[in-house]
């Protein structure tokens, strides 16, 4: 235990210092451990079984335009139980935009000692992001878009991620998609307002103690979401500017007689801009798992911003299946 505590401890530094940046283009979930694959190729066989989820995320309830969500992911590792591979898809509406994309993970696992196996990921797929301008009653049209255009973009997409994790204990750092593009349709050099798709970096870590042997699990983890890490040495001036803070969700839950899960979590940023609170959402969520493989469960965003007064808050809801071919039911659960 005491061997855990300095590996959690070190490893909450080293995250801290590797991560500064978070750009709000990419989904975010509060129910992410169940949903990591999204976000990190490494994580694809890490189950040792294979394992499949759904999620739906309705973000800030009652506003118009507001993201909706949904992802499915897959993974298993293969008959080399150093290799895993895994699929995701996911479809993101914000407004008048959507963003489809579909993509391959494949992850080779290498012994580290202490229970510890490091998992090395890469991921490719392709995003098709589309706009339907014709929404919006539109007063003063984006010269990065000429009015009467609805762009529809096929963008390759390639990502990869590290995955450090044993039974009780995990951290990673990833980048889900490594390419950036230009999405605009206005090439005017003279124009310096544009659209761009900005490449993203996760940083992840976790641990499991049991607090009465294995009937009660508790479960402390940290998210870190960011953009702009290496912008300075990005080509565009203007582009080297993010505008979107460094994102933070704090989560700690209990897992009781490996079938009820519950947690709640803290959503902030670690910029305050203009004097004002960085506390984005407080949120409550909820796991069962089931005999037979299931598991489902849902999560509650309320916002700590202005926006509370226009909206209900967020939801989500999951279902899983969790598939082990040695024996009927899963002997030793995983917590992440």
């Known amino acids: 235990m005491t ?22 283009q990419d989904a975010m979930f509060t129910k992410y451990i169940f949903n990591s694959l999204s976000y990190n190729p490494a994580y694809a066989g890490s189950k040792d079984y294979l394992s499949l989820g759904i999620l739906h995320r309705s973000q800030w309830v009652g506003i118009d335009g507001a993201p909706v969500t949904q992802t499915f992911t897959a993974h298993t590792p293969l008959k080399n139980e150093r290799v895993g591979v895994g699929f995701s898809m996911s479809n993101d ?38 706009a339907d301008w014709s929404q919006l009653n539109i007063e003063n049209p984006d010269v990065a878009f000429p009015e009467g255009m609805n762009p529809s973009r096929f963008l ?37 307002i544009f659209s761009r798709r900005y490449r993203h970096y996760f940083g992840s870590i976790g641990a499991a103690f049991p ?37 933070v969700d704090l989560d700690a839950s209990f897992l009781f007689y490996n079938t009820f899960w519950v947690g709640a979590s803290i959503r902030t940023a670690v910029e305050v801009y203009d004097d004002r609170s960085s506390f984005d959402s407080a949120d409550l969520w909820f796991s069962v798992n089931l005999d037979n493989g299931l598991r489902v469960g849902g ?11 226009s909206t209900a808050g967020s939801f989500e809801l999951m279902v899983g299946y969790d598939m082990n071919f040695l024996t009927k039911r899963i002997v030793t659960p995983r917590y992440f």
Do not use: M
């Open 3 to 24: 061997h855990l505590i300095k590996l959690v401890t070190t490893a909450s530094l080293v995250l801290c210092l590797a991560v500064s940046a978070f750009a709000q």
């Open 93 to 130: 509406n914000i407004g008048p935009t959507n963003t489809f994309g579909a993509n391959f993970s494949y992850a080779y696992r290498i012994p580290v000692g202490d229970g510890l196996r490091l998992s090395v990921g890469l991921q490719g797929g392709i995003e098709n992001w589309t």
């Open 156 to 192: 390759p997409n390639f990502g990869a991620g590290l995955f450090l994790f044993s039974e009780r204990f995990y951290v990673g750092f990833s980048s889900p998609h490594l390419l950036e593009y230009d999405l605009r349709q206005n090439n005017d050099p003279n124009v310096e």
């Open 211 to 247: 607090i009465k042997g294995d009937d009660i699990i508790f479960k402390p983890s940290l998210l870190v979401k960011n953009v702009g890490l290496f912008s300075s040495l990005r080509k565009e001036e203007i582009s080297r500017t993010i505008g979107a803070p460094t994102e």
């Open 299 to 309: 999560a509650y965003d309320y916002a700590l911003t202005a926006l509370n007064k």
